[in-house]
C-alpha cells in the first residue's frame, strides 16, 4: 500500500485510540479538482443495469484521490467508493424500488400489517440483488487489490424492519404486537450479517465506512434513523440488543444518523464497542452529545461549530470534521485546510 496512506491510516488508528492525543482530524470533501478524471457522480450509476459502469467511475475517482494525497495533506484516505442507497437489503424482502436521475434509489414498502409481516422469510444471500454489490467489488478489487473499499449503505436492522413495512402499521405493532416487529427485525439482522460476512471474507475487515467516508480496522457501520422518531425504552428494545449483537460480532460499530435523537443520547451509552457517532445535526445537539458520550466513542459531528470544540471540556474529545471544498481552487483549499487545523487545535 501507498506510504502516504498508510501513515495516514496510522493517523487514525492513533485517533480511534481515546487515551491518545490525536484527537483532531479535517477531511476535505467536495472539491471539483480539474484534472479529475472521475467527474461527478450521477445516480443513475447505482442502477442495477450500470454495476460495472459504476465500478469503473469508482476507480477514476479513487485514481484522483490519490494523485491529491501528494498536494493536499488532509486525513481522507484514498478509497473505491462503492456507495448504494438505501434500498439495497429492504430490496431483498420484495421492496419495489424507486430509481430517479436526481437522487439515490429507495425502497417502498413490501408489507401493510402484522400477518403479512409474519409472512417475510430470510432469502439466500446470493439470490438476491445483494449479488451486485459483489460484482461491482470483485470487479474493482481485482484491478486495484490494495486499495480500500468503501461498504455499501448499511441501515441497521430496525431501519431496513421500517422500510420493509409500512411505518404506521409498523410503529403500532411495536406496542400491540412486539414478537411480530421482533421476528422481522431478527430476519433482516441474519441477512445483514450474511452480507457482512461474506464481505469481509471476499475483502478483508479494513474499510471506508458506509458514510462518511473514515476508515475502520474491524467493527461494522451502519444508520440509525427511525430512533430520531421512537422513545427511549422502545429503542432498548428494538434496535439496541441488535446493534450491539452487531458490534460483537465484527469487533465494534459506527453508528450514522440524520435523525434528532438527542433524547437517545444515553441510551447510546449502551451501545458496546461504540467507536464513531456521526450525526449531522445543530451545533447545540452536538454539544449535548459531546457532553454525554466523550470519553465513550470518538466524533464525526456535522453541523458542529469549530469554536465549540476550544472550550476547556471539550479540549480532549476526539472528533474528525469536514471541511467543504466546494468551489475552491488548489491554493484556496489548502490555506483553508490550514486555517481550519488551527480552528480546530
Known amino acids: 500500500m501507498d506510504a502516504e496512506v498508510l501513515a495516514r491510516l496510522a493517523e487514525w488508528d492513533r485517533f480511534f485510540d481515546l ?9 476535505a470533501e467536495y472539491y471539483r479538482d480539474p484534472e479529475a478524471e472521475a467527474g461527478a457522480m450521477k445516480m443513475d450509476l447505482l442502477w442495477p443495469e450500470n454495476a460495472i459502469r459504476h465500478a469503473e467511475w469508482a476507480l477514476h475517482a479513487y485514481a484522483d484521490q490519490m494523485r491529491r494525497t501528494a498536494w493536499l495533506k488532509d486525513d481522507a484516505i484514498p478509497h473505491v467508493n462503492l456507495l448504494s442507497g438505501t434500498e439495497i437489503f429492504a430490496e431483498c424482502f420484495g421492496c419495489p ?9 429507495f425502497a417502498r414498502h413490501a ?23 459483489f460484482e461491482k467489488a470483485d470487479w474493482a478489487r481485482r484491478r486495484e487489490p490494495e486499495a480500500l473499499l468503501h461498504l455499501p449503505d448499511i441501515q441497521s436492522p430496525l431501519d431496513v424492519a421500517a422500510l420493509v413495512w409500512e411505518k404506521g402499521d409498523f410503529y403500532c405493532a411495536m406496542l400491540e404486537e412486539p414478537q411480530a416487529v421482533h421476528g422481522l427485525i431478527e430476519i433482516c ?12 471474507a471476499r475483502y478483508g475487515t ?13 467493527g461494522i457501520t451502519l444508520s440509525e434513523d427511525e430512533i430520531g422518531v421512537i422513545n427511549r425504552e422502545l429503542f432498548e428494545e428494538f434496535s439496541l440488543p441488535y446493534l450491539n449483537r452487531l458490534s460483537r460480532r465484527y469487533g465494534g460499530i ?11 443520547l444515553p441510551s447510546l451509552k449502551k451501545a458496546e464497542g461504540l467507536r464513531m457517532l456521526n450525526l449531522n445535526q445543530p451545533s447545540s445537539v452536538h454539544e449535548e452529545a459531546l457532553t454525554v458520550l466523550s470519553g465513550w466513542t470518538a466524533f464525526y ?22 471541511l467543504n471544498a466546494g468551489g475552491m481552487n488548489r491554493d484556496q483549499l489548502t490555506d483553508a485546510l490550514a486555517e481550519k487545523r488551527q480552528a480546530i487545535a
Request: glycine share 4%; charged share 30%.
Open 19 to 27: 487515551t491518545s492525543d490525536k484527537n483532531r482530524l479535517v477531511l
Open 97 to 105: 424500488v424507486i430509481r430517479k436521475r436526481d437522487s439515490k434509489p
Open 111 to 133: 408489507v401493510s400489517d402484522v400477518s403479512e409481516a409474519r409472512r417475510i422469510k430470510k432469502p439466500k444471500l446470493m439470490d438476491t440483488p445483494l449479488r451486485l454489490q
Open 189 to 200: 439482522c441474519e441477512l445483514i450479517c450474511d452480507f457482512l460476512d461474506e464481505w469481509f
Open 206 to 218: 479494513d474499510m471506508i465506512a458506509h458514510y462518511p467516508n473514515y476508515p475502520m480496522r474491524g
Open 254 to 264: 459506527g453508528i450514522h444518523s440524520c435523525a434528532d435523537c438527542r433524547h437517545q
Open 301 to 322: 459531528p456535522m453541523g458542529l461549530e469549530d469554536a465549540v470544540l476550544r472550550r476547556p471540556e471539550y479540549r480532549k474529545v476526539h472528533a474528525a470534521l469536514t
